[in-house]
């Protein structure tokens, strides 16, 4: 009995103390669920063990042809039907949690599901999303990083918990840190969404009248209670374009950034589009944006991108002078057409001690602290700074600067 047991001792808590997959095994297939980000979605692709991004049915629809194997129709026949066992077992393990393009039946996709290996039909966004959400695992966004990031997707990775930085002299990237790494970047944004503006010509001494849906406008990005970036405008209120511009590059309004697309001619989807556009212009081709403000998270780009995006918008004088100034007062016309001053104080004090002759900075959460800066032929950019020290830490070192 005695040697029993210890027998039994040293089996029994053998399963108890064996470790668990790790979660790049674990996951192949599946979706992942952030639970402390609103259960933002990355899909682990099977074939390159790489985690891909999906934002919402969309995303899953357009990223499924994209990684799926294409497949005869004897070959999907072999894989088991719905409520019953059986079929090619090393088939479907091979399959396991991969999408399929049944290249006999007009590129037709499934999803073969890691939990009894079934080959879902994907007809539709919606049934796409609700076929790999089946498969899903709980992680915390620290968790992420143990599953690496694909590099097909312009979007940025919420597990990053570093830093990127880069300086740009003479067209050339001359020093960085991670400066490749796709990254949001806040308000950053605004400086695209200045260029965009000029190059259709604005009227300065348009009024724009101030709507209620226009000082909603950052709600449709965050929540009520959040406080953005943003000037002390009323509904009722007319203000020219001039003072809006001035407003987004010195203020950082995400409100001013809305109304001046909208004062553009063009609507909000094809101002975003002109964006792009420009982006690509510009050579830069892991940069993307999704709205005028960078209230967004996936407005994103990379310290060297943004570099080359800040000299091209800093190059153009109106948005290089209007970014540096310190104070300003906008002349605004209330529904009765008296006046009301607003006066706006740039919120950069710290950045304005560098002497710089363009600068905009910006903040999200996913995007921590952004910073570009131009002074003389120096571009120096810096993404995700954990605080206002360590970014000012870092413009230095960029700009060889001991203040």
Known sequence: MRKFFLLGLFIIPLPLLAAAP???????????????????????????????????????????????????????????????????????????????????????????????????????????????LRAHLGVKTADLAQVPMNTRQITFDPAFNGVAAARLEDGQIADGTRADEI????????????????????DWDQVVPITADALAYPQLYVDPGDVTSEVPFTSGDRVTVRDLWRAMLVASSNQAAGMLAGASSLTEREFVAAMNTKANALGLTRTRFTDPSGLDPYNVSTAAEMARLAAAAFSQPEIARTSVMGQFTIAARRPDGTARDIPVVNRNATLLRFGPDGAKSGFLIEAQRTVAVRRGETIAVVLHARSMKERNQLLSQLLADPR
Request: hydrophobic share 40%.
């Open 22 to 132: 790790p979660l790049t095994q674990r996951a192949a297939g599946r979706v992942l669920l952030q639970t402390d980000q609103r259960g933002q979605a990355w899909y682990v692709n099977p074939g390159d063990g790489k985690r891909y991004f999906l934002q919402n049915p969309g995303g899953c629809w357009e990223l499924a042809p994209q990684l799926a194997l294409g497949i005869r129709t004897a070959d999907l026949n072999k894989l088991p039907a719905a409520g019953k066992r059986g079929g090619d077992r090393g088939l479907a393990r091979r399959l396991s949690g991969r999408f399929l393009l049944a290249t006999e039946q007009r590129g037709r996709l499934y999803f073969v599901s890691p939990l009894d290996s079934r080959a879902t039909p994907l007809n539709d966004p919606e049934s796409c999303w609700t076929a790999v």
């Open 183 to 202: 990254l949001p970047i806040a308000s950053l944004t605004k400086l695209m969404t200045a260029m965009v503006l000029l190059d259709h010509d604005p």
